[in-house]
């Protein structure tokens, strides 16, 4: 059973950062894709970032390129996203996901506020 487990959420000030974590079980992490997800209050999901199952390969949503960075640790079975330079709109709840599997994990709430 694929489980997923967002954490490292919280409130920052603008220009701030966090880093958020995705503990990943119930599958081969080291075989699949991984994803991050955000969805803003009254917005759809939208993709964030992606990354190859060995790490090699990373793509970002416009609106966070040279801000964010995905990375996974394949012997903890992890996935992060860094975020540096948060801004207001980056306010949303985080979610993971794994490529080919439909489950989502609880997400994780980002408020950038001052």
């Known amino acids: 059973q694929v489980q997923l487990v967002e954490s490292g959420g919280g409130l920052v000030q603008p220009g701030g950062s966090l880093r958020l974590s995705c503990a990943a079980s119930g599958f081969t992490f080291s075989s699949y894709a991984m994803s991050w997800y955000r969805q803003a209050p009254g917005k759809e999901r939208e993709l964030v970032a992606t990354?190859?199952?060995?790490?090699?390969?990373?793509t970002y949503a416009d609106s966070v390129k040279g801000r964010f960075t995905i990375s996974i640790n394949n012997v903890k079975n992890t996935m992060y996203l860094q975020m540096n330079n948060l801004k207001p709109e980056d306010t949303a709840v985080y979610y993971c996901?794994?490529?080919?599997?439909?489950?989502w994990g609880q997400g994780t709430q980002v408020t950038v506020s001052s």
């Open positions: 996901k794994a490529s080919r599997f439909p489950s």
């Open positions: 990354i190859s199952n060995y790490g090699g390969t990373t």
